[in-house]
């Protein structure tokens, strides 16, 4: 996503694919936090190679920034979960607005009930999330995950952080740290599943 500022406002661009260069809408006035360019871009360098044809789910998706950014980059098919009906309508504008809707999903709810209506339903190869700060949502998320197979044998997850939220429980919960990538404000963590002893 390209995000550059016009009279005051937030403009949203897909950064690379089959919507390149198409302006999103974004939220004004509620607790979103558009990922800015510079990080997302950041981030679709590292995992490009795995982008293709996977299966994608955004969690706590805002506008779909970057769902949608995954499937112009190739994604096979991506599912975007978020509980605020603007925040998805404006998800569902984008998705149409860039032609990507016949590949995605959409669940206006809560991230512990999305996940427990995908379960058993099929298994993602990339889970993403950016929840709202301070709440340890994203330990409830992987927590939950832990039980369940909606995240991929070589999948990875995904979270988007703020730079003092500690991770040092996920080997308790069966996920090994791949890496860490430090930003000025926030952080990205990439995690996978602990491979099951031979």
């Known amino acids: 996503m390209q995000r550059r500022k016009m009279k005051g406002k937030f403009i949203m661009r897909v950064i690379a694919g089959t919507?390149?260069?198409?302006?999103?809408?974004?939220?004004?006035?509620?607790?979103?936090?558009?990922?800015?360019?510079?990080?997302?871009?950041?981030?679709?360098?590292?995992?490009?190679?795995?982008?293709?044809?996977?299966?994608?789910?955004?969690?706590?998706?805002?506008?779909?920034?970057?769902?949608?950014?995954?499937?112009?980059?190739?994604?096979?098919?991506?599912?975007?979960?978020?509980?605020?009906?603007?925040?998805?309508?404006?998800?569902?504008?984008?998705?149409?607005?860039?032609?990507?809707?016949?590949?995605?999903?959409?669940?206006?709810?809560?991230?512990?009930?999305?996940?427990?209506?995908?379960?058993?339903r099929e298994s993602f190869d990339y889970i993403y999330l950016d929840p709202p700060y301070g709440k340890e949502l994203e330990r409830q998320v992987l927590e939950y995950l832990a039980d369940t197979g909606i995240l991929a044998e070589d999948g990875i997850i995904i979270i988007e952080t703020a730079l003092d939220v500690s991770f040092d429980y996920v080997g308790g919960l069966g996920y090994s740290l791949i890496k860490t990538k430090t930003y000025k404000t926030n952080k990205h963590i990439f995690l996978e599943k602990m491979s099951a002893p031979e």
């Open 19 to 120: 919507a390149r260069r198409l302006q999103l809408k974004t939220l004004e006035g509620l607790d979103t936090r558009p990922t800015t360019d510079r990080i997302k871009e950041t981030l679709f360098n590292m995992i490009a190679d795995g982008l293709f044809d996977c299966l994608f789910l955004d969690l706590f998706a805002g506008s779909g920034g970057i769902g949608i950014e995954a499937l112009s980059r190739g994604a096979k098919r991506a599912v975007f979960v978020e509980r605020n009906p603007k925040a998805m309508a404006c998800v569902r504008d984008n998705l149409s607005h860039t032609r990507l809707s016949e590949r995605a999903e959409t669940m206006q709810t809560d991230a512990i009930n999305a996940l427990f209506r995908l379960s058993g």
